[in-house]
């Protein structure tokens, strides 16, 4: 489904599964904050080699009036506004890229707590050859090491100033009996204020490599995979601070699509869910 009327200088791209996991490219105005005239195109599948071409169907002068769209870190989205709206700037969402480097947090805290779960285990076993009941050691706040890692996984994705009392009692636990996790979470605060504190792409650069250093020099593999997938986008992520753009209308979008397919109750006519999909938004 092609709607050219609905384009306009700033568009976001995103995909969405309309049912059975099947993929849809969904591509909307963000002036019209998810109403009427939102849907500019909505595509099967995600493959930037079947998309590209149907999008080229718009005709060229239409195309060339996109000077913005915004995306997640998918390659395929990326390749697919480079051949279709060759004048539009690419913005990596800032969201997602946090959620990335929020990710690298969380894989050294799994990482640590299947090893508690693996000394547990062990230790509950010589017990048992023994004879011994087995108490595992409770720190002060009450957890024993393997609660501790599990019950802190919402405390990593906050800042300090944002813990309740309980979580801050929790977080000093935690941090004196696993210092690597205390590196990696400061490592993630520190690329939180790069886009909190920065208000040029030139201030933005500076801290993003000062950024880059300390997980140099830290060297925890998962922020070193983070670090290089940002670096190959570093230009589209950049590109946030000129407008400070957000692919948070794409997601909105998405969500009403998937609300709407709950309220029918799925999908069981999809040419038909197609069709007042385009009633509604197009």
């Given at each position: 489904?092609?709607?050219?009327?609905?384009?306009?200088?700033?568009?976001?791209?995103?995909?969405?599964?309309?049912?059975?996991?099947?993929?849809?490219?969904?591509?909307?105005?963000?002036?019209?904050?998810?109403r009427?005239?939102?849907?500019?195109?909505?595509?099967?599948?995600?493959?930037?080699?079947?998309?590209?071409?149907?999008?080229?169907?718009?005709?060229?002068?239409?195309?060339?009036?996109?000077?913005?769209?915004?995306?997640?870190?998918?390659?395929?989205?990326?390749?697919?506004?480079?051949?279709?709206?060759?004048?539009?700037?690419?913005?990596?969402?800032?969201?997602?890229?946090?959620?990335?480097?929020?990710?690298?947090?969380?894989?050294?805290?799994?990482?640590?707590?299947?090893?508690?779960?693996?000394?547990?285990?062990?230790?509950?076993?010589?017990?048992?050859?023994?004879?011994?009941?087995?108490?595992?050691?409770?720190?002060?706040?009450?957890?024993?090491?393997?609660?501790?890692?599990?019950?802190?996984?919402?405390?990593?994705?906050?800042?300090?100033?944002?813990?309740?009392?309980?979580?801050?009692?929790?977080?000093?636990?935690?941090?004196?009996?696993?210092?690597?996790?205390?590196?990696?979470?400061?490592?993630?605060?520190?690329?939180?204020?790069?886009?909190?504190?920065?208000r040029?792409?030139?201030?933005?650069?500076?801290?993003?490599?000062?950024w880059?250093?300390?997980?140099?020099e830290?060297?925890?593999?998962?922020?070193?995979?983070?670090?290089?997938?940002i670096?190959?986008?570093?230009?589209?992520?950049?590109?946030?601070?000129?407008?400070?753009s957000?692919?948070?209308?794409?997601?909105?979008?998405?969500?009403?699509?998937?609300?709407?397919?709950?309220?029918?109750?799925?999908?069981?006519?999809?040419?038909?869910?197609?069709?007042?999909?385009?009633?509604?938004?197009?």
């Amino acid at each position: 489904m092609l709607f050219e009327k609905n384009i306009s200088p700033r568009l976001s791209i995103d995909e969405v599964a309309l049912t059975n996991g099947e993929l849809y490219t969904v591509i909307t105005n963000k002036a019209k904050h998810g109403r009427k005239g939102s849907l500019v195109a909505m595509l099967e599948g995600a493959k930037a080699a079947n998309i590209a071409p149907v999008l080229g169907q718009i005709p060229l002068e239409k195309r060339l009036v996109v000077t913005e769209v915004t995306l997640d870190m998918s390659e395929s989205m990326e390749a697919i506004i480079k051949k279709t709206f060759p004048k539009a700037m690419i913005v990596t969402d800032r969201f997602h890229v946090q959620q990335l480097v929020s990710s690298a947090v969380q894989e050294v805290r799994i990482a640590l707590r299947w090893s508690a779960i693996k000394e547990e285990n062990e230790q509950l076993r010589t017990a048992r050859e023994e004879g011994l009941n087995y108490r595992p050691v409770v720190y002060k706040n009450g957890d024993t090491k393997k609660q501790l890692l599990a019950r802190s996984r919402y405390i990593l994705f906050k800042p300090e100033n944002k813990w309740t009392e309980s979580q801050r009692e929790r977080a000093a636990v935690l941090f004196q009996e696993f210092p690597k996790l205390k590196e990696a979470y400061d490592l993630s605060m520190m690329f939180r204020s790069y886009y909190e504190h920065s208000r040029t792409a030139v201030e933005a650069k500076e801290k993003l490599n000062k950024w880059y250093e300390k997980v140099t020099e830290k060297d925890i593999d998962s922020f070193m995979t983070a670090a290089h997938s940002i670096q190959w986008r570093e230009t589209t992520i950049l590109n946030y601070f000129i407008n400070r753009s957000t692919n948070a209308s794409a997601e909105s979008f998405n969500a009403k699509l998937k609300h709407f397919r709950t309220v029918v109750r799925g999908v069981r006519d999809r040419t038909f869910h197609l069709f007042r999909v385009m009633k509604l938004y197009a």
